[in-house]
């Protein structure tokens, strides 16, 4: 089984969330179930650089898109090839999809529009590789238009794959961009890309892929209804025969508490004493009050809504009340930044907020805190709180998407039974959290029950083997090789 992995980011190389994780390890989970998968993305330098000797294939000028190469290198850990989409007037700019205050590149139309057609012409019969995959694996709305452009090409497109790892990203450009995109006014219709006007390469991607994907079995069937479907709901409904939810796995090797080079001392669940080390290094780092006894509450994301960080703001006066400490990492919109800011200047050694991107700061949290916080609006599949249960801190999470599919919530039975990882609000508001916050609290003041509760996350297999076979059962059904 040949596979082409198409992204507009993938982890070491580039990355600004939990899409560039899944890029950076499923390709590889997949070949060690002997799943030929390459991936194709666009050639930021960054991420050139980190990809060894660099092997140029080819070399192009598109009416279009002027001048553009092909080049191979390969991952550094994995060694999972990988093509890039050299273009120096789309690619060689700092941020990903947008400039450093926040705006799309005005662009973004022609730079993901040049990613999904370099997919669609190395999956198909035309492609200069010797390598032609039986299945072209899209992700997310900046590949959406690679199952478009195969359908237009081909009779007999070669089969394709389209993963949501997130329905509120849905690339939508003015209809004046279809021409220069190469697409047949054919395309622009309910029955294609259309979405109330305009062009929308999700809608490209959930229309003409062979078969969806997304990243949780709750996640799913959500879409599937109006207040998950962010406008989608109806298309995805009416598709939901070709529509299956697969878990995300995490790299347990990347992230595994015993060899985590980012932290002061490793640790396991045999051996917590590396653990306590962490917190107090933690403390110190961020300027926190050092004390082992003050619960650690620790968060890690993009500062949006989906996160639900602004129910955390709501309820800081509350969760201090509690007695505890916070630890916030995040970058986003402007007005939680500041907010989060402000907080950590009005309560001094009590709350810490470090703005921006930070991938060791983002490993030490998750190891030094004693409890995770995730309580998202909405959540595809999240990684963070499978993180987090890796390394003894149990998350308080809101029970939708992958949230509900990856914390068992410390009910007393399951508490009996070994089943509990963690805390699930049903509700999401501030009074909800602070109750949570609460229940966790009490729980860790009975030092062997809070322990055993860390053990039972750290046991867990979230590794990548299991979600690997399913989608190479997608990929035989709709290739039938
Ligand atoms: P999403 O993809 O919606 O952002 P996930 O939980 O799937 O959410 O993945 C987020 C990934 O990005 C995790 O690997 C997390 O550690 C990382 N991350 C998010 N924000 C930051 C940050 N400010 N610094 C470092 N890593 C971050
Ligand atoms: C998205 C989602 C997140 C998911 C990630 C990887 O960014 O927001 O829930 O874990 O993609 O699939």
Redesign the pocket.
């Known amino acids: 089984m040949k596979v082409l992995f198409a992204t507009s980011e993938a982890h070491p190389l580039a ?1 600004t ?3 560039a ?1 899944v890029s950076g390890a499923l390709p590889a989970a997949l070949r060690e179930i002997g799943v030929d998968a390459r991936v194709l993305m666009p050639g930021y330098p960054a991420a050139m650089a980190k990809a060894g000797k660099l092997l140029e294939i080819f070399r192009i000028k598109l009416p279009e898109h002027g001048e553009t190469a092909l080049l191979v290198g390969a991952f550094p850990d994995s060694g999972v090839p990988v093509y890039f989409i050299e273009h120096a007037g789309y690619y060689a700019r700092e941020g990903l999809y947008q400039d450093n205050s926040g705006h799309d590149w005005p662009d973004n139309a022609m730079r993901f529009g040049l990613l999904s057609q370099f997919a669609a012409l190395l999956a198909g019969p035309k492609t200069p590789l010797d390598f032609r995959p039986d299945v072209l694996h899209c992700n997310d709305w900046q590949t959406g238009l690679a199952p478009a452009y195969l359908h237009f090409e081909s009779a007999a497109p070669t089969p394709t794959v389209f993963t949501v790892h ?1 329905l509120s990203y849905q690339g939508i450009f003015p209809p004046e961009e279809l021409k220069q995109l190469g697409l047949p006014q054919e395309s622009f219709a309910i029955d294609g890309i259309e979405y109330y006007g305009n062009l929308s390469f999700l809608k490209a991607g959930l229309f003409y892929a062979s078969h969806l994907t997304t990243v949780s079995p709750t996640y799913a069937s959500e879409i599937q209804t109006e207040t998950f479907g962010a406008g989608m709901h109806g298309l995805l409904a009416a598709r939901s025969q070709d529509l299956t939810g697969i878990l995300n796995g995490i790299d347990m090797r990347e992230w595994n508490p015993a060899t985590d080079p980012h932290l002061v001392a490793p640790y396991s669940a045999g051996n917590l004493a590396g653990k306590a080390a962490g917190k107090l290094a933690l403390q110190t780092e961020l300027g926190l009050q050092v004390d082992p006894g003050t619960p650690l509450l620790g968060m ?3 500062l949006t809504t ?1 996160k639900g960080s602004d129910v955390v703001i709501e309820a800081v006066p509350q969760l201090l009340r509690l007695g505890v400490q916070l630890a916030v ?3 986003g919109e402007a007005g939680l930044e500041i907010a989060w800011r402000r907080l950590a200047d009005a309560h001094p050694g009590r709350i810490a907020a470090v703005i ?4 060791g ?2 490993h030490r949290i998750e190891a030094g805190a004693d409890v995770f916080l995730m309580p998202s609006r909405f959540e595809p ?4 709180q499978m ?1 987090s249960q890796r390394y003894g801190t149990p998350p308080v999470v809101h029970k939708v998407g992958g949230l509900a599919d990856t914390v068992t919530q410390a009910t007393l039975g399951n508490l009996a039974n070994g089943m509990a990882t963690g805390f699930v609000l049903d509700r999401l508001d501030s009074e909800s959290l602070v109750s949570a916050v609460n229940r966790a609290v009490i729980l860790y003041r009975h030092k062997l029950a809070w322990q055993k509760l860390m053990r039972n996350g750290m046991a867990r297999d979230f590794g990548w083997t299991k979600s690997a076979h399913q989608y190479l059962g997608v990929y035989k059904k709709i290739s039938q090789t």
């Open positions: 990355k969330g939990g899409l994780d997130n890690v994301s993009r989906q990492l995040g970058g921006g991107y930070n991938e700061l983002a599949c999240g990684l963070n993180y």
